[in-house]
Protein backbone atom coordinates (compact mmCIF):
# COMPACT_ATOMS: atom_id res chain seq x y z
CA UNK A 1 0.00 0.00 0.00
CA UNK A 2 1.15 3.48 -0.62
CA UNK A 3 0.00 6.59 0.78
CA UNK A 4 -0.21 10.30 -0.78
CA UNK A 5 -0.75 13.60 0.40
CA UNK A 6 -2.09 16.53 -1.59
CA UNK A 7 -2.29 20.39 -0.68
CA UNK A 8 -3.85 23.14 -2.93
CA UNK A 9 -5.06 26.63 -2.33
CA UNK A 10 -6.39 29.44 -4.67
CA UNK A 11 -7.39 32.81 -3.87
CA UNK A 12 -11.00 33.90 -4.82
CA UNK A 13 -12.00 35.64 -8.72
CA UNK A 14 -15.34 36.95 -8.35
CA UNK A 15 -15.12 36.90 -12.48
CA UNK A 16 -15.17 33.27 -12.57
CA UNK A 17 -17.70 30.44 -11.70
CA UNK A 18 -15.83 27.58 -8.55
CA UNK A 19 -15.90 24.17 -9.26
CA UNK A 20 -14.78 22.24 -6.96
CA UNK A 21 -14.82 18.38 -6.67
CA UNK A 22 -15.41 18.76 -10.08
CA UNK A 23 -18.70 20.25 -9.19
CA UNK A 24 -20.26 23.88 -10.47
CA UNK A 25 -20.67 25.39 -6.79
CA UNK A 26 -23.72 28.53 -8.02
CA UNK A 27 -23.72 31.73 -6.74
CA UNK A 28 -19.94 31.39 -5.15
CA UNK A 29 -17.12 33.31 -6.09
CA UNK A 30 -14.45 31.06 -8.40
CA UNK A 31 -10.89 30.70 -8.09
CA UNK A 32 -7.98 32.32 -9.48
CA UNK A 33 -5.92 30.03 -11.50
CA UNK A 34 -4.23 28.59 -14.88
CA UNK A 35 -7.05 26.08 -15.27
CA UNK A 36 -10.45 26.30 -13.76
CA UNK A 37 -8.65 26.32 -10.36
CA UNK A 38 -10.43 23.76 -8.79
CA UNK A 39 -8.24 23.34 -5.91
CA UNK A 40 -10.14 20.14 -4.70
CA UNK A 41 -9.19 18.32 -7.62
CA UNK A 42 -5.54 19.74 -7.86
CA UNK A 43 -5.09 18.48 -4.43
CA UNK A 44 -6.11 15.22 -5.25
CA UNK A 45 -4.21 14.90 -8.71
CA UNK A 46 -0.79 16.05 -6.38
CA UNK A 47 -2.12 12.91 -3.79
CA UNK A 48 -2.31 10.38 -6.07
CA UNK A 49 0.80 11.29 -8.05
CA UNK A 50 2.73 11.45 -4.59
CA UNK A 51 1.38 7.94 -3.58
CA UNK A 52 2.68 6.97 -6.58
CA UNK A 53 6.01 8.65 -6.43
CA UNK A 54 4.99 10.00 -10.08
CA UNK A 55 5.38 13.31 -9.65
CA UNK A 56 3.31 16.51 -8.69
CA UNK A 57 0.54 18.40 -10.98
CA UNK A 58 2.74 21.31 -11.94
CA UNK A 59 5.45 18.38 -13.38
CA UNK A 60 2.74 17.13 -15.34
CA UNK A 61 0.51 20.39 -16.15
CA UNK A 62 2.55 23.12 -15.83
CA UNK A 63 0.78 26.02 -15.37
CA UNK A 64 3.55 28.29 -18.20
CA UNK A 65 1.90 26.14 -20.69
CA UNK A 66 -0.77 27.48 -22.63
CA UNK A 67 -2.68 23.92 -22.88
CA UNK A 68 -4.00 24.05 -19.56
CA UNK A 69 -4.92 27.72 -19.68
CA UNK A 70 -8.72 27.17 -18.27
CA UNK A 71 -8.56 23.28 -18.14
CA UNK A 72 -11.16 21.69 -16.80
CA UNK A 73 -9.10 20.11 -14.14
CA UNK A 74 -11.08 16.89 -14.11
CA UNK A 75 -8.82 16.38 -17.29
CA UNK A 76 -5.82 16.28 -14.69
CA UNK A 77 -7.47 14.04 -12.43
CA UNK A 78 -8.43 11.32 -15.32
CA UNK A 79 -5.03 11.54 -16.40
CA UNK A 80 -3.47 10.32 -12.95
CA UNK A 81 -5.68 7.96 -12.89
CA UNK A 82 -4.70 6.42 -15.53
CA UNK A 83 -1.04 7.01 -14.74
CA UNK A 84 -1.46 5.29 -11.69
CA UNK A 85 -3.06 2.29 -12.62
CA UNK A 86 -0.60 1.87 -15.74
CA UNK A 87 2.32 2.22 -12.28
CA UNK A 88 0.37 -1.16 -11.00
CA UNK A 89 -2.12 0.88 -8.14
CA UNK A 90 -5.82 1.14 -7.37
CA UNK A 91 -7.09 3.47 -5.54
CA UNK A 92 -8.08 2.66 -1.64
CA UNK A 93 -9.66 5.71 -0.58
CA UNK A 94 -9.98 9.55 -0.50
CA UNK A 95 -9.85 11.07 2.61
CA UNK A 96 -9.98 15.52 1.40
CA UNK A 97 -10.81 18.51 3.65
CA UNK A 98 -11.77 21.89 2.15
CA UNK A 99 -11.32 24.51 4.41
CA UNK A 100 -12.92 27.83 3.59
CA UNK A 101 -15.10 30.34 5.52
CA UNK A 102 -17.59 30.71 2.07
CA UNK A 103 -19.28 29.46 0.62
CA UNK A 104 -21.07 26.74 2.88
CA UNK A 105 -20.30 23.40 1.37
CA UNK A 106 -22.60 20.73 2.98
CA UNK A 107 -25.42 21.13 0.29
CA UNK A 108 -23.04 20.19 -2.60
CA UNK A 109 -20.58 17.53 -0.42
CA UNK A 110 -22.94 14.34 -1.85
CA UNK A 111 -22.18 15.86 -5.71
CA UNK A 112 -18.87 16.42 -5.38
CA UNK A 113 -18.38 12.55 -3.84
CA UNK A 114 -20.42 10.94 -6.14
CA UNK A 115 -17.96 13.05 -9.05
CA UNK A 116 -14.63 12.51 -7.44
CA UNK A 117 -16.04 8.40 -6.70
CA UNK A 118 -17.23 8.53 -10.80
CA UNK A 119 -13.66 9.73 -12.02
CA UNK A 120 -11.99 7.54 -9.48
CA UNK A 121 -13.58 3.97 -10.78
CA UNK A 122 -14.38 3.59 -7.09
CA UNK A 123 -17.47 3.68 -5.11
CA UNK A 124 -18.66 6.60 -3.29
CA UNK A 125 -18.52 5.07 0.15
CA UNK A 126 -14.63 5.17 -0.79
CA UNK A 127 -14.55 9.33 -1.05
CA UNK A 128 -14.78 11.39 1.65
CA UNK A 129 -15.29 14.91 1.62
CA UNK A 130 -15.17 17.70 4.34
CA UNK A 131 -15.59 21.10 5.17
CA UNK A 132 -14.15 23.07 7.48
CA UNK A 133 -13.73 26.76 8.59
CA UNK A 134 -10.10 28.10 9.49
CA UNK A 135 -12.14 29.85 12.56
CA UNK A 136 -10.66 34.08 11.04
CA UNK A 137 -7.68 32.66 11.09
CA UNK A 138 -4.85 33.31 7.98
CA UNK A 139 -6.25 34.35 4.40
CA UNK A 140 -8.56 31.29 4.32
CA UNK A 141 -9.95 32.34 7.63
CA UNK A 142 -10.14 35.86 5.95
CA UNK A 143 -12.43 34.91 3.85
CA UNK A 144 -10.32 35.21 0.52
CA UNK A 145 -10.16 31.72 -0.57
CA UNK A 146 -9.70 27.99 -0.54
CA UNK A 147 -7.22 25.65 0.91
CA UNK A 148 -7.44 21.76 0.14
CA UNK A 149 -5.85 18.79 2.27
CA UNK A 150 -6.41 15.51 0.78
CA UNK A 151 -4.53 12.00 1.48
CA UNK A 152 -5.05 9.23 -0.49
CA UNK A 153 -4.31 5.26 -0.08
CA UNK A 154 -3.34 3.23 -3.26
CA UNK A 155 -3.04 -0.50 -3.22
CA UNK A 156 -0.76 -2.77 -5.47
CA UNK A 157 -3.45 -3.94 -8.24
CA UNK A 158 -3.88 -7.51 -8.56
CA UNK A 159 -1.58 -9.03 -11.00
CA UNK A 160 0.42 -6.51 -10.80
Do not use: Q
Request: proline letters at 5%; glycine letters at 12%; hydrophobic letters at 45%.
Amino acid sequence: MRVGFGYDSHVFDEGRPLRLGGVLIPGAPGLRGHSDADALVHALVDALYGAAALGDIGSHFPDTDPRWAGADSLLFLRAAVAEVRAAGYTVGNVDATVLCERPKLRPHIDAIRACLAKELGVPVTSVSVKAKTNEGMDAVGAGRGIAVHCVVLLAFAAGS
